[in-house]
């Protein structure tokens, strides 16, 4: 059997099996955003790791290097702050073709910093290598917490609200405006050589679109590229006692929210009117003739975070419910007759 | 510029240049086998973590996939060992391409396994990605030790014994032996088509003689698949009091040895015939022409503990005096008139 049969989770699952056993107390390990390790002063150490390659997960011309950087760390931190953790530090692995230009890495290096800067929390050690293909990056982050104050997948209990952070599906619409100008880039690149080879002008009518894509499409794009990892409102979520479960939104909702309704044995029903959407994707989802609930739903690397909490809570950060969790064990798309499915990764 | 002009070190300066600053309190980054983190109640965590590529340190169809589970594991575990900690867990990233057979994953996670249970730390997380080129493997382990107790490299004082806890070079004469038989095999594969073509009997007088090669070097070629993490010898070691400065070898004396005196602000003088060779090597090495003692000192990947030590202390592990901290701060190989150095990453 080859690993695109078993899929994503059923290798995870493999994984678990081969290499699972039991826990030494207090530590929590494969199955959530990060592991859990206690401390012997009433803390708790926080560890997430996550690879990003070339051509999987990003394309080089595509992604400006200092954007990439950021969203390596923005992406590990988003881990810690779906924990309810502060972040301490990280630690950063690269795999560099041989020929590849220093001042790639610089950029690179420059918006890894940035978002470390943010989040609060320094480079404490790495790797470096030669890559014979592209170019490989692991990150692993550290954070911490109050023993007992970090927030699980597990802890979602029949009648919680369902709730996110923030408007959802902008990332989504991101990526589809990123791929539709590389396609587009690559037909210019063809014209060019048409043109060259015919002595002709070549795109002007198209480039003269192009800059009326305007500051919705950057706006997206922005959000697909420098997404927000949400740690102070992580931390301020964990400390607010009526919230139970919580994750952050990398695959999408109807992925993400699975994984919760599974870990904690309970079922959920989700408004899809409620989800909370920009102005921007609504008004480029409207131009493009997109279906801005099936972004928000399953395009997955808002980084916002995803929880649960007692009806009455108050929790001191901004939040939109979007649903409710339920006794039955199914997820059921209210105001919607299609069923959604989450990004998968193989 | 490109990075083969930077080399590793000049690489890793520059990311501390970029991503350094100033530690928290307690905090140790970039520049030793792990980073330390200090706990609330008297312990300190270390990390360390280490990228592995195709094509870059291993050949598919050279290691099998249990092997490279071990070695993935080891190498890492030896950060910890190389500072005296405990190992507590690790973090496993695989990036895998989508058409890999799911056996080569079984086999390598078994590997991973046995490691990780020689060391009692158990898997505590990860990510799994597809790779559109190689595999793409990356490790963090975590582990544990008493405040303060932790061994740096930056310890070493002039009149220190320099120690290592055995043989060397058995790996590097592995690893020739590896690449010559995939050599071999090429050659046994071209003369197969030849031989198929002409329709005649292919290589067995050349088979004859692989048989022979002998339970030597299987001995080497295991070392070098299977390297033994020194976890116990080194929490033995920072144990002892008078042990002060210590490292793991990867990269080979000559290399390492040079961080330690970097670090400590010292030098060393190393008696070149003092260094512990295995019979094993010696018996290889004669047959084959090779210099035992320069595969020992610049080979790498034996993942032994190179330690120094005041004079007198007596630590309870087998270990070898090679040499002396010296005041001056040069590398001096005596009982040898050429220099050694050990192996560059890029």
């Not at 290097?65 to 924990?83: Q, T, Y």
């Not at 070549?202 to 949400?230: C, F, K, M, S, T």
């Not at 980084?303 to 199914?330: C, N, R, S």
């Amino acid at each position: 059997m080859d690993l695109k049969e078993l899929g994503e989770f059923g290798l995870i699952e493999r994984i678990k099996e081969a290499l699972g056993g039991p826990m030494p107390d207090g530590v929590l390990g494969i199955g959530d955003d990060c592991a859990v390790l206690p401390q012997a002063g009433g803390m708790e150490t926080l560890v997430s790791t996550d690879m990003l390659l070339e051509g999987s997960h990003f394309l080089r011309g595509d992604i400006p290097a200092r954007l990439l950087g950021w969203k390596s760390a923005a992406v590990n931190f988003s881990d810690i702050a779906a924990m309810g953790g502060r972040p301490v530090g990280s630690f950063l692995s690269l795999g560099l073709p041989a020929g590849l230009d220093s001042d790639w890495m610089d950029a690179f290096l420059a918006g890894y910093k940035e978002c470390s800067q943010y989040c609060g929390a320094p480079l404490l050690g790495g790797d470096t290598t030669t890559s014979q293909d592209g170019i490989a990056i692991n990150v692993t982050v550290i954070g911490q917490c109050q023993r007992g104050r970090s927030r699980k997948r597990s802890s979602a209990v029949p009648g919680d609200l369902v709730c996110v952070t923030g408007p959802l599906g902008d990332s989504a619409a991101g990526l589809k405006l990123i791929l539709e100008r590389h396609a587009l880039s690559e037909r210019h690149a063809r014209l060019d050589r048409a043109s060259q080879m015919a002595g002709q002008a070549g795109h002007d009518a198209e480039a003269g679109q192009d800059a009326e894509a305007g500051q919705d499409a950057e706006a997206l794009v922005e959000r697909h590229y420098r997404p927000v990892p949400r740690v102070s409102e992580g931390q301020a979520l964990a400390a607010t006692p009526g919230v139970h479960a919580m994750m952050d939104i990398s695959d999408g909702v109807a992925s993400d929210l699975r994984h919760i309704l599974k870990a904690s044995g309970v079922g959920a029903a989700v408004r899809t009117q409620d989800v909370p959407l920009s102005a921007e994707l609504r008004r480029v989802c409207a131009q493009q003739g997109w279906d801005a609930t099936t972004l928000a739903l399953t395009g997955g690397e808002d980084y916002e975070l995803l929880f649960t909490m007692a009806p009455g809570t108050e929790p001191p950060v901004p939040y939109f419910v979007i649903g409710t969790i339920t006794k039955e064990k199914t997820l059921v798309w209210e105001g919607s007759s299609q069923d959604f499915i989450g990004f998968r990764h193989f």
